[in-house]
């Protein structure tokens, strides 16, 4: 045998393996979601089974109306037909209460499901590590959220009904139709291999295409969430052109996939209507000539008949029972694969208190990679005194935010410690690092809420009285109390009513509420102009006083407050000293402040 074909037999062993953990995967996760419900799901079964009895009960009663009312009737005794009808009547009744009964039922477990399913995405979601978000496309993570969770709501809503419901329809009918003529069961017992077969044909089509139009829809909501999202850039650049033909590509691909599954269905469906006439046909002839012959009653061959026109009308319902549930099937495997991933940062196991923090960072022979490979800090090694305020600068991609992620443990190191006060940051109770430590990044994100909402975010117990001395704090105050509604005014969103600089005060005085003894600024201030800097600054030197502070910035005038200056290239540390002093030097700080300089000439 080749290479190349070893080579495929061992991807195909790889792709079945994965399938099959895959599979395990979706269904301990659908066991964990019926578990709390089992007692539900059993009263249902229970209904559903009474109720479907109850609908079959039908043809056999007309069966009996027929071959022994009608004659009895003739006989002068009517009791025989009355008894049939006021059973059949009995039985609608019963059938009718009980399904409705049963279709709530099945809503409220659904429903709870539903519940259950969308709280574990939207906490996992948040618990999983920063370095999932980058990699894993907000586009992505709606759709798990959206159109997946839709796709389960169906299956649950109607898809589950009908395949309980046609599967029990079935089975009591078939049992029924022999007690009532074992040749004509005979017939429809044979009808079922060409329906088997066309089900296996329809199952087998159906599971690839359905797959494919799950991530074709993915792709469709990530395009149209990443258009609008940046929708400033689509319109500075005027990309909308180039968008217009991206997004009718990804379109046109959903339309085809959805098309392959329409014609799949145009097969499928006809297929079952003419194998049910063909075993009607069958039923018909072979007990007509019984029925000529005296060897069937009359009554029972209508039965036999309805029961066969009535076998197969689930079966379709089964079909379209199969489109939600391949469509469900993979939204349940995206869905599993999301709840099964692990924190890349996870939390202590016996995790390590710390009431009251100094402040003292120590980077102890760190090194990190983001990937394999590709090493962003080797052997880093830094002491942070509590209490000092230390800048870093240097180039892009020097590895400045890389050291605030590890400080705000966003990331861990690939090797060594990040240590607070002589702890490790990976032993150290996740409440007490983020009380310790908090990051303000250029982003100054603002949420949906009121201007006290935001700044209260550093501390949600906060009073307001609180809130407005932060905001005193920072420089904060006064703009706020020009707003509309002053601490009440709603930010819209992402701080939409406010200007850049404004929003970045109100980010500051969400710090200085948090009073936190590390703060981390990183690129706090590149988005604002001069002005606006000015007035930023201003609040800084009050966020700053008091804690240890990281300032990430490429302005130097920022850097101007700092204790003590740390210059970055290629994740080590260049240069080393107070603003004085390295402006006084030769070195790479040196030429940065001169160049500086005459760019404000």
């Known amino acids: 045998m080749s290479v190349t074909g070893v080579q495929g037999e061992e991807r195909d062993d790889y792709n079945r393996v994965e399938s099959a953990q895959i599979r395990r995967r979706s269904l301990r996760l659908l066991g964990s979601l019926l578990r709390p419900v089992r007692g ?14 109850a609908q079959v009960a039908g043809p056999a009663l007309i069966a009996f109306g027929i071959d022994r009312g009608l004659p009895a009737l003739i006989d002068n005794d009517a009791m025989p037909l009355v008894f049939t009808v006021a059973a059949f009547l009995t039985t609608a009744v019963v059938g009718a209460a009980l399904m ?17 399913l969308r709280k574990r995405v939207f906490l996992q979601t948040q618990r999983l590590s920063l370095d999932f978000h980058e990699n894993y496309t907000s586009g992505r993570i709606i759709a798990r959220q959206t159109s997946d969770l839709d796709s389960i709501r169906e299956l649950l809503d109607s898809g589950v009904n009908q395949l309980v419901q046609g599967i029990l329809y079935m089975l009591f009918i ?16 044979g009808a079922l291999v060409p329906l088997a077969v066309l089900t296996r044909w329809f199952q087998q089509r159906s599971q690839r295409l359905f797959r494919q139009s799950r991530v074709a829809s993915a792709r469709l909501i990530v395009q149209f969430v990443e258009t609008m999202t940046g ?33 799949l269905f145009g097969i499928f469906d006809p297929g079952l209507v003419l194998i049910g006439n063909i075993a009607l046909a069958v039923v018909l002839l072979v007990g007509g000539l019984r029925v000529a012959g005296g060897g069937l009653a009359v009554g029972v061959l209508l039965a036999a008949m309805l029961y066969t026109r009535q076998f197969f009308a689930p079966a379709q319902e089964m079909a379209m029972f ?19 991933e692990a924190p890349s940062v996870p939390d202590p196991v016996k995790p390590v208190d710390l009431w009251k923090a100094k402040g003292h960072v120590v980077f102890d022979t760190v090194t990190f990679a983001y990937t394999e ?17 230390i800048a870093l600068v240097g180039s892009t991609g020097a590895g400045k935010s890389t050291l605030a992620k590890l400080m705000a443990r966003f990331y861990d190191p690939t090797e060594g410690e990040v240590t607070l006060d002589g702890i490790s940051l990976r032993k150290l109770h996740p409440k007490d690092l983020r009380r310790a430590i908090v990051m303000v990044t250029q982003e100054a994100y603002l949420f949906s809420g009121s201007v006290a909402d935001n700044i209260a975010l550093g501390k949600p117990e906060a009073t307001k009285d609180e809130i407005i001395n932060a905001a005193k704090a920072v420089g904060a105050h006064e703009f706020i109390e020009n707003l509309p509604d002053g601490y009440e005014t709603d930010v819209n969103k992402r701080g939409g009513r406010v200007s850049a600089g404004q929003r970045q005060l109100l980010s500051f005085a969400r710090a200085f509420l948090a009073d936190p003894v590390v703060l981390i600024l990183d690129e706090a201030t590149a988005s604002l102009d001069i002005p606006s800097e000015r007035l930023v600054q201003n609040g800084l030197q009050t966020l700053l006083a008091d804690r240890t502070a990281i300032i990430i910035a490429h302005r130097l005038s920022t850097v101007a407050i700092a204790d003590r200056v740390l210059v970055m290239e290629h994740g080590q540390i260049v240069e ?10 030769t070195g790479r700080f040196a030429q940065l402040h001169a160049a500086w300089r005459e760019s404000l000439v």
């Open 40 to 53: 539900r799901v059993a009263l249902t079964m229970i209904v559903v089974v009474i109720s479907t009895a």
């Open 100 to 116: 409705a009964w049963y279709t709530v039922l099945t809503a409220r477990i659904s429903q709870a499901i539903l519940i259950d």
């Open 174 to 189: 078939g049992v029924a139709i022999f007690v009532l003529d074992w040749r004509s069961g005979l017939v429809l017992l």
């Open 231 to 263: 929708i400033r850039a689509v319109k500075a650049f005027r990309k909308e052109k180039r968008n217009e033909k991206e997004f009718g590509e990804v379109v046109e691909d959903y339309r085809q996939v959805n098309g392959r599954v329409i014609q």
């Open 322 to 340: 199969y489109n939600s549930y391949q469509s469900a099937t993979a939204a349940l495997e995206k869905i599993s694969g999301v709840l099964e």
């Open 373 to 389: 490979g590709r090493v962003v800090l080797p052997s880093f090694s830094l002491d942070m005194p509590a209490g000092q305020t």
């Open 576 to 585: 080393d000293g107070t603003p004085e002093d390295l402006i006084a030097g």
